[in-house]
């Protein structure tokens, strides 16, 4: 079993607005921290099937993941993988679940993370961060919301 993490917040947009936003690898360079790159991999709108290298700023060196759309169920789904043994993290894969519910022109955002695939002392490794990166993937939504709401 993986590492499983979750956590909410409200946006205060509707809906639809929330969901392309989560989808939008362009104006990622507006809020994700860190960001150095986003270099997709296929043309045309994001899909199921899409592909990206994200690259990041992480502790003074430059990291690059590769990620891919597993699944959309616009608007209230979104599910991304992170196949760590494609980028700097060399092992592991991770799933980043986005369910929108949306009420009174606002939308709550769950975001359910997995981590998985990690063994021997990256298993343990990743145990003792779990929290740190669950605070990271916070971060970037809270970045996100706050980039939303004010457009």
């Given at each position: 079993?993986?590492?499983?993490?979750?956590?909410?917040?409200?946006?205060?947009?509707?809906?639809?607005?929330?969901?392309?936003?989560?989808?939008?690898?362009?104006?990622?360079?507006?809020?994700?921290?860190?960001?150095?790159?986003?270099?997709?991999?296929?043309?045309?709108?994001?899909?199921?099937?899409s592909e990206w290298r994200e690259t990041r700023k992480m502790f003074g060196k430059e990291?690059?993941?590769?990620?891919?759309?597993?699944?959309?169920?616009?608007?209230?789904?979104?599910?991304?993988?992170?196949?760590?043994?494609?980028?700097?993290?060399?092992?592991?894969?991770?799933?980043?679940?986005?369910?929108?519910?949306?009420?009174?022109?606002?939308?709550?955002?769950?975001?359910?993370?997995?981590?998985?695939?990690?063994?021997?002392?990256?298993?343990?490794i990743g145990k003792m961060v779990a929290g740190t990166f669950k605070k990271a993937c916070?971060?970037?939504?809270?970045?996100?919301?706050?980039?939303?709401?004010?457009?």
């Open positions: 079993m993986g590492i499983r993490f979750e956590f909410k917040r409200t946006i205060h947009v509707p809906i639809e607005k929330a969901y392309i936003g989560l989808l939008d690898l362009d104006s990622a360079k507006h809020w994700m921290h860190g960001l150095v790159r986003m270099e997709r991999l296929n043309d045309g709108p994001v899909c199921v099937g990291a690059t993941e590769h990620f891919e759309v597993i699944e959309l169920n616009e608007p209230d789904k979104i599910v991304l993988r992170c196949d760590g043994t494609k980028g700097t993290t060399g092992k592991g894969e991770f799933v980043f679940t986005y369910i929108l519910t949306s009420s009174d022109n606002q939308t709550e955002v769950t975001m359910n993370g997995e981590i998985n695939e990690l063994t021997g002392l990256a298993k343990f916070e971060k970037d939504l809270d970045a996100l919301k706050v980039y939303l709401e004010s457009e």
